[in-house]
């Protein structure tokens, strides 16, 4: 057998360390996210906990104690909780007293469906000579069927999931004690890892890794900040178009909302703009459909640009690199697409320039 060429050589590498990436994000990473995550923490807290240390000290015994750097770190990550979640109750009293004023007009908004309903029907005998009420008759038992349904299917589900529900619950809390754990110890022992890795045969592999995880996460920071804050405002203006009185409110929901995984705005703008349409509401309902294509390609395109520039990749390979990623690793892929490529990337330029070898 001859000797591979210079083609054959460039596809082993990029199917080799594609393939040992994959396998890092896949079967590696979740076993390390704590303390990845912890060893964040370490370095955002650390230059506030060292100054800290730095001006608060006693004398005994004509010596200087410090208090020890993983401890005035660990007091600060706790005030950061406690801070965040004094915000969390507070903004969800907020939505509460909201919500509240909301349900006065439910019955209100129940009993104009109900009559709309009722109309609808009464039309519709009328259109095709029924006999009087026999649709009315029908919706109800349709509906009234449906309650029952529902809360048949609901209280197994209920009761199934209530247990996943416990048990992820478990494990959250076990994750974050090993995150505040891990932001301790990684403060205390930060210098010790920091020669360590130094003194590693793979230091410029931890490097570059390292500077990319860095990079990646301000990009992805900045780029979800961004979207957040322009989907509320765009949520909020469409909402005062409308005049909705409750518009600022409500564009700040459906931002957060369509922040998280699996939802989005349609969540809220497109069953609105159904009802709309069915109530004949049309100028409404166009405005809510406009709203939520506007937020849809905003996101579309500010993910993949701004990712793209903060990441060092085109447009074009970001959009792809969210795609495959998120085929890949499900939601999560929406950071580990991007983060991958560009490991590829540089790792294959990297060894193609024998940066790596010792």
């Known amino acids: 057998m001859g000797k591979p060429s210079k083609k054959q050589k460039k596809i082993l590498l990029i199917v080799g360390i594609t393939g040992v990436v994959y396998v890092g994000f896949k079967y590696l990473l979740p076993l390390v996210i704590p303390f990845?995550?912890?060893?964040?923490?370490?370095?955002?807290?650390?230059?506030?906990?060292?100054?800290?240390?730095?001006?608060?000290?006693?004398?005994?015994?004509?010596?200087?104690?410090y208090l020890p750097i993983g401890i005035i770190g660990g007091l600060e990550f706790l005030v950061i909780l406690i801070l965040a979640g004094v915000g969390v109750y507070f903004g969800v009293e907020k939505i509460c007293r909201e919500i509240t004023l909301l349900s006065d007009n439910l019955p209100v908004w129940i009993e104009n469906l109900d009559y709309w309903m009722t109309g609808q029907c009464h039309s519709l005998e009328n259109a095709f000579g029924l006999e009087p009420n026999c649709l009315v008759r029908l919706v109800r038992e349709?509906?009234?069927?449906?309650?029952?349904?529902?809360?048949?299917?609901?209280?197994?589900?209920?009761?199934?999931?209530?247990?996943?529900?416990?048990s992820y619950t478990v494990k959250v809390m076990i994750v974050g004690v090993i995150i505040?754990?891990?932001?301790?110890?990684?403060?205390?022992?930060?210098?010790?890892?920091?020669?360590?890795?130094q003194n590693s045969i793979f230091w410029k592999e931890y490097d570059m890794i390292g500077c990319r995880l860095m990079q990646a996460g301000r990009a992805f920071v900045k780029t979800q900040g961004t979207i957040l804050l322009l989907t509320m405002f765009l949520c909020a203006l469409g909402l005062w178009i409308l005049k909705n009185p409750y518009y600022i409110i409500l564009g700040i929901f459906i931002g957060l909302l369509d922040a998280l995984p699996v939802f989005g705005t349609g969540t809220i703008l497109i069953p609105w703009a159904i009802i709309d349409f069915v109530r004949g509401n049309f100028a409404s309902g166009a405005v809510l459909i406009a709203l939520y294509l506007i937020c849809y390609f905003m996101r579309e395109f500010l993910e993949a640009k701004i990712m793209g520039n903060q990441m060092g990749l085109t447009p074009l390979e970001s959009l792809v690199s969210l795609y495959v990623g998120w085929q890949l690793f499900g939601l999560l892929g929406f950071i580990l697409g991007p983060?991958?490529?560009?490991l590829i990337e540089d790792i294959i330029e990297a060894y193609e320039n024998k940066e790596f070898t010792t």
């Open 180 to 197: 505040f754990l891990g932001t301790i110890l990684s403060l205390q022992e930060m210098e010790s890892l920091k020669q360590r890795r």
């Open 36 to 65: 990845l995550a912890a060893y964040l923490f370490a370095i955002c807290l650390k230059p506030s906990a060292a100054w800290i240390q730095k001006n608060l000290y006693i004398n005994l015994k004509g010596k200087k104690r």
């Open 142 to 166: 349709i509906l009234a069927g449906l309650k029952v349904k529902i809360k048949e299917t609901a209280m197994p589900f209920l009761m199934i999931n209530s247990m996943t529900v416990v």
């Open 339 to 342: 983060i991958g490529l560009i």
